[in-house]
């Protein structure tokens, strides 16, 4: 997935947990009383007992809410579990933001031919601040501004996504060096890291307490088929027994 698609399926999501926020409460209660409804529960709202305290001379005279079951769920459950939904999407969200305002001239070719000449040196410049680590820059702003005002009319139409211009611009054998520069380090940011996440929640699975000598390589590839659990569903394990049986095949025959 390139990262603009991953920018905007984002904005998506945080847009319908906003407005499901505000008016998916009463949807959600009728799909959880059917659920409810087809195992047998009684969808209603146990109401809890409210124990009334003596009140003493010396007590501060103060009025306390109560909420009705369903309010009450409706602010201590769901509007919660949205919002700490909506929170952890926002968080995550911040480092993309800051990608888009730095990259997003360069993310499909569409962006490139409709900003101005303007708001391009400015976001020329931009990356190139952005790309300075220790006072040394990787790409020039005012070269690449003048590479992207040739280059942006002459680039082939099929050329949409980020990919595709990094492609074409192999064929040019370096002619426009910093235009190649930025469209690498954009294309090798990490969109997501997922796949690190799932080889870590698989470790625990494979070497457990009983496998405490296992070697390094072979956990390597106990991990590897783990994770690529679906290609291996596909191998075919008759012929690669039979593969493995005909070269430890013993060349003495017992009688």
């Not at 990259?103 to 101005?116: A, E, Q, R, T």
């Not at 997922?194 to 956990?219: D, H, N, V």
């Amino acid at each position: 997935m390139d990262i603009d698609v991953a920018i905007r399926q984002l904005k998506r999501l945080i847009s319908f947990f906003q407005e499901f926020r505000e008016s998916g409460f009463d949807q959600a209660l009728v799909e959880a009383e059917h659920i409810a409804s087809e195992m047998g529960i009684e969808p209603i709202f146990q109401e809890k007992c409210i124990i009334q305290r003596k009140r003493q001379f010396d007590d501060i005279n103060s009025e306390e809410v109560t909420q009705y079951p369903k309010e009450s769920f409706r602010v201590n459950y769901f509007l919660f579990i949205i919002d700490q939904a909506l929170s952890s999407l926002q968080t995550r969200f911040e480092q993309f933001q800051k990608y888009e305002e730095t990259f997003g001239f360069l993310f499909s070719l569409k962006n490139l031919k409709s900003i101005d000449d303007d708001g391009l040196l400015s976001s020329c410049v931009n990356l190139q601040n952005s790309l300075t680590p220790d006072g040394h820059f990787d790409v020039d702003g005012s070269d690449l501004f003048l590479e992207l005002k040739l280059l942006r009319h002459s680039l082939p139409g099929e050329a949409k996504r980020a990919i595709d211009v990094l492609n074409y611009l192999k064929t040019m054998d370096g002619c426009y060096p910093n235009f190649y520069i930025a469209y690498q380090v954009l294309l090798t940011i990490p969109v997501t890291i997922a796949s690190t996440e799932m080889s870590f929640s698989k470790l625990k699975l494979i070497k457990t307490y009983l496998r405490s000598t296992m070697s390094q390589e072979r956990l390597n590839e106990l991990a590897m088929l783990s994770i690529e659990k679906k290609i291996i569903e596909k191998v075919d394990y008759a012929n690669l027994i039979n593969a493995l049986a005909s070269k430890n095949v013993r060349r003495v025959i017992f009688k």
